[in-house]
């Protein structure tokens, strides 16, 4: 199994809801990572797990919190989010030294 | 100076033709450099690994030169289905991937 997944695919929510975006991998990599990606930009790296800690957190704001429950998952918990948070939500996973795979996304508009 | 520069393009080209993107990187301690290519509204895909001995697969070769922090990827015979954006990847330090902005490829018949 070399597949990433995401759930949900789409996402749409007002700016006073908590959501949950969520992410599995079941190749054993030791590394998980959140991006965010804007339309005709670049992933930018939000957070890393590495063996399930916390290792980087690139200064994102706090409403968005991250949770790493096992080795395979991986969760985006969201709450009074602005409609400039709006973007394409990538999960990746990595093995030591390896380039990242990243699952498909979760398309999230907030209103 | 942004840690990652690639020409945005877009590279218009007919099909069976040869196309080469070029990217430069800023930290010389960067470790690891990769190709991805990434389709209109899905995810990256990791296309390959470079590395400085150059590296080939198919009608891809991916080369780097540590001196001159460039990175370069090689296109032959260029299908319709390689359009898409391709992304120039770096990694500086443990865990963390650097994008660039990516360059466009358009293949037409």
């Known amino acids: 199994d070399t597949e990433v997944t995401q759930t949900p695919k789409h996402l749409v929510m007002g700016m006073t809801n908590k959501k949950s975006l969520k992410c599995e991998q079941h190749?054993?990599?030791?590394?998980m990572y959140w991006y965010k990606q804007k339309a005709k930009k670049p992933p930018e790296l939000m957070f890393v797990?590495?063996?399930?800690?916390?290792?980087i957190n690139e200064s994102v704001p706090s409403r968005f919190s991250p949770e790493c429950p096992n080795s395979s998952l991986l969760n985006l918990h969201l709450h009074a989010l602005q409609p400039e948070d709006s973007a394409l939500y990538l999960c990746a996973s990595s093995q030591e030294g390896g380039g990242q795979f990243f699952g498909p996304g979760t398309r999230l508009t907030v209103l | 100076r942004k840690e990652v520069e690639q020409d945005p393009g877009p590279f218009n080209v007919p099909e069976g033709a040869t196309v080469a993107f070029n990217c430069t990187y800023s930290?010389?301690?960067?470790?690891?450099f990769f190709w991805y290519r990434q389709d209109c509204r899905k995810e990256p895909k990791l296309l390959m690994s470079?590395?400085?001995s150059g590296n080939e697969d198919g009608r891809f070769t991916a080369q780097l030169n540590r001196a001159s922090q460039y990175i370069s990827l090689l296109i032959r015979d260029s299908k319709l289905s390689d359009s898409a954006t391709y992304l120039c990847v770096v990694n500086p330090a443990t865990d963390k991937l650097i994008f660039g902005t990516g360059t466009r490829l358009q293949v037409f018949p």
């Open positions: 190749m054993g990599h030791r590394a």
């Open positions: 930290n010389s301690a960067s470790q690891s």
């Open positions: 470079v590395y400085s």
């Open positions: 797990y590495s063996y399930e800690k916390l290792s």
